[in-house]
């Protein structure tokens, strides 16, 4: 539980330390290992994702004078700031329980975002980079390390991963996969994305100490050694030159009747198109008109194949496409 690897980690109490466990990580050692590729200084603003019992939220405050928005969804916040408080920063630590993918926080309000080995419960999606992204301001930092793989399983699962395995573990990945999945988006830029040297022995020291019957978790990593489990960490920095598309928090829609079958009398005088069609619809009487081709008029305006091209679904058309609509429907 002392290593001279995490030399900050070492001045905390082993006993506080499994009393406040919430995961299958030493959350110190993570977050010292973190903290060591990330320039942390006093009173920058710190949102530690998925922080379970606050211990990496307050490590972050002790060590390096930083203010701590401690996030978690399965941990009651009213616990950490018991813990919080006892630890005498609770004027720097602000506990909140609520999912990653539905933060209440201001966009651009962090100067950094951190998330010890809990990245991998929502983080995998394409969608969250873009997502998370917005609340950390450019320039500043997203950082995260856990548990993960050393090399990508491919194929087959291993045979001797098998009996710890879950369906969920396909959300381990490694340092490389990571760096691959934040540079897609092209939002940030990746600055570190690497695997802690002998990681697995560290994961099975934890074990050891926090678990010792355990006994499916320690034989695996103990097969192992090293071949595919072990811990990741990526950091990466927002750019100052690629705004954020503004994310569509509602659509407002009016419900219109509309005849449902087909030969209901009303069928004429009723608009065929919902709301977020009606530009489609109105382009499409434009080129009726302004397109005199003979067989537009005989086939009621719409030649086989190409109305149909302009018409926007609201399944396909770009997110600025629906701006467009939204204010045009609120007209
Ligand atoms: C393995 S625990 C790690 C906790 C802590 N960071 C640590 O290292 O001890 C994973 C954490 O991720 C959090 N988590 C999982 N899904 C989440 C979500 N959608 N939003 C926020 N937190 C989430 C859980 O509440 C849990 O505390």
């Known amino acids: 539980m002392r290593t001279p690897r995490f030399p900050r980690s070492a001045c905390y109490n082993p006993d506080w330390l499994i009393a406040s466990a919430s995961g299958g990580a030493n959350a110190l050692w993570l977050t010292e290992w973190l903290s060591e590729a990330i320039e942390l200084e006093p009173g920058m603003r710190i949102l530690d994702l998925g922080c379970g019992r606050a211990v990496s939220s307050i490590f972050l405050q002790r060590e390096f004078g930083v203010d701590v928005w401690a996030t978690d969804l399965w941990f009651s916040a009213s616990e950490n700031l018991a813990r919080i ?54 320039g500043g930092v997203l950082a995260m390390a856990g548990a993960g793989l ?6 087959v ?12 573990m396909w959300s381990l990945h490694s340092a490389a996969w990571w760096r691959r999945h ?9 600055e570190r994305a690497d695997a802690m040297p002998e990681g697995w022995r560290a994961w099975l020291d934890w074990q050891h100490a926090v678990a010792p019957d355990n006994f499916v978790e320690i034989r695996t990593l103990e097969d192992d050694r090293g071949e595919y489990l072990g811990y990741v960490r990526a950091v990466a920095r927002r750019r100052l030159d690629v705004p954020l598309e503004e994310p569509i928090r509602s ?8 005849p449902m079958l087909r030969g209901d009398s009303r069928e004429r005088s009723a608009s065929r198109f919902p709301p977020l069609c ?13 397109d005199p081709t003979p067989d537009r008029a005989s086939a009621g305006g719409r030649a086989p194949g190409r109305g149909r091209a302009h018409r926007p679904s609201p399944l396909t058309s770009t997110s600025s496409t629906r701006k467009r609509h939204v204010a045009r429907d609120r007209k």
């Open 278 to 290: 009606r530009r489609g619809a109105r382009l499409r009487r434009r080129m009726v008109r302004e």
């Open 150 to 155: 050393l090399r990508e399983i491919d194929g």
């Open 251 to 258: 659509v407002p829609t009016q419900y219109t009747k509309h």
């Open 182 to 190: 934040w540079e897609k988006p092209n939002l940030v830029t990746v």
């Open 157 to 168: 699962l291993p045979a001797h991963l098998r009996e710890w395995w879950e369906p969920a």
């Open 85 to 138: 408080r006892d630890a005498g920063v609770d004027s720097h630590v602000f506990p909140l329980q609520c999912d990653a993918r539905s933060l209440p926080y201001a966009e651009g309000f962090f100067d950094a975002i951190v998330s010890i080995d809990s990245f991998v419960y929502y983080g995998t999606d394409d969608t969250y980079l873009p997502y998370i992204a917005r609340f950390v301001r450019p």
